[in-house]
């Protein structure tokens, strides 16, 4: 048409351009949010200047005070407050990394067993999983304490095998005494776990270029654990073992694993492990029969189909709802508070009973579970880019 | 030529399998096959019989004193539960009162079934039923009326406990959530990034610090002489925890909509609360029940965590009532008692989740 009908032309206002409600419904909220904290930074700044407390950072280079059962870092109370939080951040990473390897390992473990053609098997994984994950982790940490607390005295103490020892107490084992060999043989492995990743590279190349395929596996195997073999051998073979020996009330020697340790670790790894082996379990059943029946028909052996096809294919599914459990693991591992594990929370927990200084201890344990938690999310993000579909 | 389609199929007839067969196919269907099965059986023969010793052949039931349980050769103790049961259930709650309780937990539980059946999802059912519900389980609870003893907070304790905080958890926490999970997918970015700096926040952080600011330093953002109940800054601190991972899932629902849906809204001339009330939301929320329900189960689940703040919750009732040095060594089948209870609640959701996924499958079809 020849006429273009002009849009018509009405008295509206500029109260009804949607462009200009936008933004002044966001100024309306920013400008409340602004007036909310300056109001509740006014009251705090108040309430406490009339309850006599201090705030700002610099209780931090005070003297602590009180001394926490165990620590990576040497510590005593006469040691500042900020050295008590560094020992806290070291505790909980050292149980949840713990924690994630083992609840990986029996999360595979069960989500593979739940899919197993093996009636037994199979029933046996879902009673673990519905039981354990229906249960509050609370409960699975406080039930692993009690139950420690039942176990017989240091002197009446269990002996599963030779040098190891349960008891009240906690769990001790023997370990190699220390020798200048050792920090070679860390090398040693570095050096072959290296070496196998430049031969599986090298093996890809060749399948890539000539079609010749070449088992990967064992020669890797050999060479990461030959390796470090190899340089113990020619070490000399140190055998020396330090084994934990009663003296007194308990034990020494060896290396101790604390109760609190023992029964936040079994808690929070069973109650997680439960959520990984369902995860994996509807990672394996999210494969489509017919990948698998289109690869037998193409004469692929029995464990070339699970390293090309089905495990690529699940680990897409499997990763980022298990990237999640790992960070609930660590954050749950701040049921330490409970049991008397000196976790940050729980240190915490008790700086702010000590200093009344609540708001910074507060921020203080969140800020180091954000950006535990963040770190943690872009690692995974990244492993997540590696593993995705790459179309073409 | 003969025409395949046209020859009527008969129906598969269901095949008989023989339990030889069966047997073979479960159990020994290779070598590792039956290894594991001989293991498994061997370790069951080593464990079960003992296990059943200690739980069941040897366990004192009845409620006597704790001396027999301490006897040689005793099994469980189940006795001190019987003995311990109604501290543990209702914690401080005036013991007189405690039939209040059972009956507001009746009502309460079966309530909750009724709104679970998909035959009464209609708000003009469950809006007054609900309004009723909360009403006579307050009643009960608080008492005050009707010649019913006043029961302070202070006192409210064990399972009602429970209930109470989940229920105001999930009431408090899913609009919180809807509104979150608009905000994050909305198209004002002032607004989508507030919703996402909140939500991530939240997320990162566990659940204890949430009540340890809930209990701690909330009190101090007030002016002074304004107090909020304990219970209620909790409650608050979990609706808002709880909102936040549930925004996320409600986010997956809305990116399940189509395009159209919008559209055709817009088309119809709705505005944007119209837009996402009348038509977004309910097919939203009904995609990603499933995920919902998954983290209602954690929210009933996480009331355990007020252990850590003292909040009498049936976990913690039972913790402080295991505290008797007469009682203290059968602490183990106490935990258990209450596992039970957990596991009986947490286990009856999954399996409804399950059942609303495969509704939604058949309305798929």
């Not at chain 1, 609840?103 to 046996?124: C, E, K, P, Q």
């Not at chain 2, 990162?204 to 304990?230: K, R, S, Y």
């Amino acid at each position: 048409m020849a006429e273009q009908a002009h849009p018509p032309k009405t008295n509206r206002s500029i109260l009804h351009s949607i462009a200009f409600r936008n933004i002044a419904y966001q100024l309306l909220l920013a400008a409340a949010l602004i007036f909310l904290g300056w109001y509740l930074y006014y009251n705090i700044n108040e309430n406490l200047d009339r309850q006599n407390i201090a705030t700002g950072w610099s209780f931090l280079n005070e003297p602590a005070g009180f001394d926490i059962s165990e620590s990576i870092i040497p510590f005593d109370s006469s040691q500042t407050f900020a050295r008590i939080f560094a020992a806290g951040v070291l505790n909980t990473l050292h149980v949840a990394f713990v924690g994630i390897f083992l609840a990986t390992l029996l999360g595979v473990t069960m989500g593979i067993a739940r899919v197993s053609r093996n009636w037994l098997v199979s029933r046996l994984a879902s009673a673990y999983v519905e039981i354990c994950r229906n249960v509050p982790v609370v409960l699975h940490v406080i039930f692993w304490s009690s139950i420690i607390r039942l176990l017989p005295h240091p002197r009446q103490a269990l002996e599963p095998f030779n040098g190891a020892f349960i008891s009240n107490r906690g769990l001790m084992l023997p370990f190699p005494v220390d020798n200048a060999l050792y920090p070679w043989l860390a090398f040693a492995l570095i050096l072959g776990i290296g070496g196998a990743l430049i031969f599986a590279r090298w093996a890809r190349y060749r399948r890539e270029h000539t079609g010749q395929y070449i088992s990967v596996f064992w020669p890797s195997t050999s060479i990461i654990f030959g390796l470090p073999l190899v340089v113990w051998a020619l070490g000399g073979a140190p055998l020396a073992w330090d084994y934990p020996e009663l003296k007194g009330f308990n034990y020494q020697g060896g290396i101790s694993l604390s109760p609190e340790y023992i029964a936040l670790l079994i808690g929070i790894t069973v109650y997680t492990g439960a959520f990984i082996a369902e995860i994996v379990r509807s990672g394996i059943e999210s494969i489509h029969r017919g990948q698998i029946e289109a690869s037998r028909a193409l004469g692929l052996r029995h464990s070339f189909i699970m390293r090309y096809i089905t495990i690529p294919q699940a680990l897409r599914v499997i990763v980022p709802p298990t990237a999640s459990q790992y960070l609930s693991l660590t954050k749950n591992s701040s049921l330490g508070v409970l049991i008397g594990y000196p976790d940050l929370v729980n240190i915490g927990n008790t700086s702010l009973n000590q200093t009344g200084q609540a708001v910074e201890a507060i921020a203080i344990m969140m800020l180091v579970y954000l950006s535990i938690s963040l770190t943690i999310s872009i690692f995974m993000n990244f492993y997540n880019k590696l593993v995705a579909i790459r179309e073409r | 030529m003969v025409d395949i389609q046209s020859k009527r199929t008969p129906p598969p007839v269901a095949e008989r399998v023989p339990v030889i067969r069966w047997v073979r196919d479960n159990f020994f269907s290779s070598a590792w096959n039956t290894l594991l099965t001989i293991l498994i059986v061997l370790i069951l023969f080593k464990a079960l019989p003992s296990f059943f010793e200690w739980g069941v052949l040897n366990a004192i039931w009845g409620a006597q004193d704790h001396t027999s349980c301490r006897s040689e050769g005793a099994g469980a103790c189940w006795a001190v539960i019987a003995e311990k049961h109604r501290p543990m259930l209702f914690g401080l709650f005036p013991y007189n009162e405690h039939w209040r309780l059972i009956v507001a937990l009746i009502i309460f539980v079966s309530v909750v079934c009724i709104t679970l059946s998909r035959r009464f999802w209609n708000l003009k059912i469950l809006a007054p039923l609900w309004i009723t519900n909360l009403g006579i389980c307050s009643l009960l609870m608080w008492g005050g009326l009707f010649g019913l003893e006043y029961v302070d907070t202070q006192q409210w304790g064990g399972l009602p406990l429970t209930m109470v905080l989940f229920t105001g958890t999930v009431v408090f926490g899913m609009p919180i959530a809807v509104l979150l999970a608009l905000g994050r997918r909305s198209h004002m970015p002032g607004i989508k990034a507030i919703c996402i700096t909140f939500i991530e926040c939240m997320r990162g952080v566990p659940l204890i610090t949430i009540l340890f600011v809930a209990v701690n330093v909330f009190p101090l953002f007030l002016p002074q002489g304004l107090e909020f109940d304990v219970m209620v800054r909790v409650m608050v601190g979990m609706a808002i925890f709880f909102a936040c991972y549930q925004a996320e899932v409600i986010r997956g629902g809305l990116q399940a909509i189509t395009r159209g849906q919008y559209e055709a809204a817009e088309a119809l001339g709705l505005g944007y609360w119209q837009m996402m009330v009348r038509i977004i939301l309910p097919q939203a929320l009904r995609v990603c029940l499933p995920g919902i329900v998954n983290h209602i189960i954690a929210a009933f689940k996480n009331t355990s965590y007020v252990l850590i703040i003292g909040l009498f919750d049936i976990l913690s009732a039972t913790t402080a009532v295991m505290q008797d040095p007469l009682w203290r060594l059968f602490t183990i089948e106490a935990y258990l008692f209450v596992a039970l209870i957990y596991f009986i609640f947490c286990f009856a959701l999954s399996k409804y989740s399950q059942n609303v996924e495969r509704w939604l499958d058949e309305g798929r079809r």
